[in-house]
């Protein structure tokens, strides 16, 4: 069942914030007749539960008329979100819409926001489509959310280690680096990346590193090479080699496509 198809939802803002450590120092709201999402790229922040539960990458916060953004991260992090805004009427956000629920994927998700973040700024595409295309997705993730029926906090220690990569992606990185961030043994950093994102922390380190550059590569108007410095490969060769395997398209194909 379509929840919007009896509200004129019209997409109004799309952008990123990233926070200082600590978290926002001045929340905003959703206004009224406004739906704000915020979805978390990175980091973690604390949500809105009686005994606030901490939330990592890929946690779809919903905030009706009135109720403030997220913005309490530990002492040592932060969060990196994507912002989607839109008007919807008197009736606003579905009723039997949760607070906050978790986007599975998280492959899928950078890939699917990086897609209408590029639709909505540098294509000219039409706000109406990319907004429709917006909230089409976010109901399926919301199903398949409530489909697995697995809800979970994110680890301190996971927290902690994911929160050192993003801060330190474009240095040399070690897995003793990351398990010493994380104050766990290599083992256990490997156990709790695998189960609880599916992946290796080296995985994730890449994956990290190619999505900036992908950015750059779209926005910015320096030399490939010097992306891949950037982001932590001397190499340039094997930067290209990593950036095709993770895009299924070379970086200068990648910019052509991408860029404004």
């Known amino acids: 069942m379509n929840h919007w198809r ?10 990123t914030y990233a926070s200082p450590l ?19 790229q990175e980091g973690s922040v604390y949500g809105f539960e009686e005994t606030p539960v901490l939330h990592g990458e890929g946690a779809v916060f919903c905030h009706r008329a009135g109720q403030a953004s997220v913005s309490d991260s530990p002492s040592e992090s932060y969060y990196h979100c994507y912002v989607v805004r839109f008007k919807c009427g008197r009736d606003g956000l579905p009723a039997d819409w949760p607070r906050v629920f978790q986007w599975k994927d998280r492959k899928s ?33 919301l199903e398949r959310s409530r489909s697995l029926a697995r809800t979970q ?9 994911t929160d050192f990569i993003n801060r330190n992606y474009a240095k040399p990185l070690s897995l003793e680096d990351v398990a010493k961030a994380a104050d766990v043994s290599v083992s256990h950093l490997h156990m709790l990346f695998r189960t609880q994102l599916g992946e290796s922390p080296h995985q994730y380190l890449i994956q990290k590193r190619l999505r900036i550059a992908g950015h750059s590569l779209a926005t910015g108007n320096q030399s490939i090479k010097a992306v891949a410095a950037e982001v932590g490969y001397p190499n340039a060769e094997s930067f290209c080699r990593a950036f095709r ?14 860029s404004r």
């Not at 926002?24 to 978390?40: G, K, M």
């Not at 395997?245 to 991408?258: D, H, L, N, P, V």
């Open 245 to 258: 395997k993770f895009f299924e398209r070379s970086a200068s194909e990648y910019r052509q496509a991408y």
């Open 153 to 161: 906090s994110v680890p301190p220690q996971l927290s902690l280690a």
């Open 22 to 40: 600590g978290g926002s120092r001045r929340p905003t709201s959703a206004s009224r007749d406004e739906v704000l999402f915020e979805i978390i």
């Open 109 to 141: 998700l950078h890939a699917f926001m990086e897609e209408m973040l590029h639709a909505f700024h540098y294509a000219a595409l039409d706000h109406g489509v990319v907004g429709s295309l917006i909230l089409s997705r976010l109901e399926f993730e």
């Open 6 to 15: 009896n509200l004129p939802a019209r997409l109004t803002g799309l952008g």
